[in-house]
């Protein structure tokens, strides 16, 4: 290891990250979304929020194996999959591989350098109860690769709780996390994003708020983000409100941390 980084040096490879990748997507008629906290942050600060540590895309699953395949020989930037060793999620990160990176929400993870979270967007069954369920099943499985990640449960302090869900941790890790990648990876493949009407973020932290309407995510407009024009959904307005409501509302003061806690060397 050499210098550590500082958080501005973290958020300039970041944001080169994501330009590169925009440039890539671009030349290869590839399609990806700003979204999450980086898409707030491009409508109401034209740039990272203040207080956010991370960039986040969204890409139709087919649409991100292509990227994946065009970054293989790529002289600094690398691919984490959902399938890569001891990446526990189930979003692909695009590290740069000039820096080593620890995450206290995160486990050692080889090859882990500063990086972008890109959620694949996968199908859904076109009756919403039926996607319903399936999204719920493929949320449930992405709970499982988390706790290897986290080797068990949190513990709750209830004993009998903790126990029981000891248990069910040993029935979980019994079968293996092979077993447990390859049935998450036929469930979010079952449907195909572009015959949807429904879709989801695999890998996505607000529960049944990922599941959206594909209109959502079939037109794009060019959005300032810290000085680039960058791609996001057409009407952001009405993805914004699905996701954070009254969106321009800063939140509380005590609210405005960030999510991660990032330590980054050159290595």
């Known amino acids: 290891m050499s210098k550590r980084l500082s958080e501005e040096e973290i958020r300039h490879i970041q944001l080169s990250i994501l330009v590169e990748i925009d440039s890539i997507c671009r030349k290869n008629n590839l399609r990806y979304y700003l979204c999450g906290g980086t898409l707030l942050g491009a409508v109401r600060h034209k740039g990272f929020i203040p207080w956010d540590d991370d960039i986040d895309i969204d890409m139709p ?3 991100l194996l292509i990227l994946e395949r065009l970054l293989e020989n790529h002289p600094v930037l690398g691919v984490l999959g959902d399938n890569s060793e001891e990446n526990y999620n189930c979003m692909y990160k695009i590290v740069d591989k000039r820096t080593y990176l620890r995450e206290s929400t995160l486990a050692d993870i080889p090859g882990m350098g500063i990086f972008i979270d890109v ?12 996607a319903l369920k399936h999204f719920r099943r493929a949320r449930k499985l992405q709970d499982y690769l988390y706790y290897f990640g986290q080797d ?3 513990k709750t302090g209830n004993k009998i709780y903790d126990f029981i869900r000891e248990l069910r941790w040993k029935s979980i890790k019994k079968k293996g ?6 049935l998450h990876h ?3 493949t079952a449907y195909n994003f572009d015959d949807s009407k429904e879709v989801f973020s695999s890998g996505g ?3 049944e708020k990922e599941i959206k309407p594909k209109k959502f995510l079939e037109n794009t407009l060019d959005i300032d983000f810290e000085g680039y024009k960058l791609l996001a959904p057409a009407d952001y307005d009405t993805v914004l409100r699905h996701f954070y409501g009254n969106y321009m509302e800063l939140p509380p003061e005590d609210k405005r941390i ?7 060397y050159w290595k």
């Open 61 to 63: 699953r087919k649409d």
């Open 119 to 130: 959620f694949p967007q996968d199908g859904l069954p076109d009756n919403h109860s039926a």
């Open 152 to 154: 068990g449960f949190d």
């Open 177 to 182: 996390l092979d077993y447990w990648r390859r």
């Open 186 to 188: 036929d469930i979010v």
């Open 205 to 207: 932290r607000q529960r």
């Open 258 to 264: 960030p999510e991660h806690s990032l330590v980054v």
